[in-house]
């Protein structure tokens, strides 16, 4: 059942990845700002979604929307091809900073997820743990 759920939450992230991603205009050789954005966005999903939901939903809920989705939706292996492209393009100095900027942004909108959460579940009188 778990694959299955999986599966479903993959695909509908997957969908919103391409949808998202044509609405970001992108050329090769230039910034990635289309998998930097929706990888910007999944850090701040993820780190919010994980501590809000860690007792409040259901085991399944939690992989279709946290590991399905958030897992399709953004993507590393993208990321990781493009740094080699714009390194193969020369473009040493646009790769180092594409590494840095989205590693940097990504784990403090991750963090910021994750204080959101702490704050909403502070205000319900909730705990996170």
């Known amino acids: 059942m778990n694959y299955i759920v999986i599966f479903i939450g993959g695909a509908i992230g997957a969908i919103c990845r391409y949808t998202l991603g044509n609405f970001i205009s992108y050329s090769p050789g230039d ?4 998998t930097f954005i929706i990888n910007m966005i999944g850090c701040l999903f993820l780190g919010f979604f994980l501590t809000y939901t860690k007792k409040k939903f259901s085991k399944e809920l939690i992989l279709l929307i946290g590991t ?8 590393f ?5 493009e740094n080699v492209k714009l390194i193969e393009d020369g473009q040493l100095i646009t790769s180092f900073l594409y590494v ?3 590693l940097g942004i990504g784990i403090c909108l991750s963090y910021l997820g994750y204080l959101l959460a702490v704050q909403i579940l502070k ?3 909730e705990s996170i743990s």
């Open 31 to 34: 910034f990635p700002m289309n």
């Open 68 to 75: 399905g989705f958030t897992g399709a939706f953004t993507t």
């Open 77 to 81: 292996s993208t990321f990781s091809l």
């Open 100 to 102: 840095f900027i989205s």
């Open 123 to 125: 205000r319900k009188g």
